[in-house]
């Protein structure tokens, strides 16, 4: 289980543009959820379908956060790991 977390680490910190193409795509999978959000909020009539619409929208929204997150992370924490990883 080590030994695959740290090549996971090791393959993630080693593309920075991979990791930056990353947290595009996440901000724009956040922003897309919670614009859902609010057109079911203001435009949709209040029923069921509105309520499924903003689920959907806030599943999607978390979604682009944690898509954002493992961008961010193989960007710098990650990238800082596999820097010293190299040197030994």
């Known amino acids: 289980m080590k030994n695959a977390i740290h090549k996971l ?8 543009r991979s ?3 990353k947290m595009i795509q996440g ?8 614009l859902m959000l609010m057109v079911a909020d203001r435009v ?7 309520e499924i619409i903003a689920l959907f929208g806030l599943i999607l929204a978390g ?5 954002t997150l493992v961008g961010y992370l193989s960007m710098s924490v990650l990238r800082i790991y596999h820097m010293i990883k190299n040197k030994d």
């Open 63 to 67: 979604c682009g956060v944690l898509w």
């Open 19 to 21: 990791a930056l193409i």
């Open 9 to 16: 680490a090791m393959k993630l910190g080693n593309n920075p």
């Open 27 to 34: 901000g724009l999978i956040f922003v897309f959820g919670i």
């Open 44 to 50: 949709l009539a209040e029923s069921l379908s509105q």
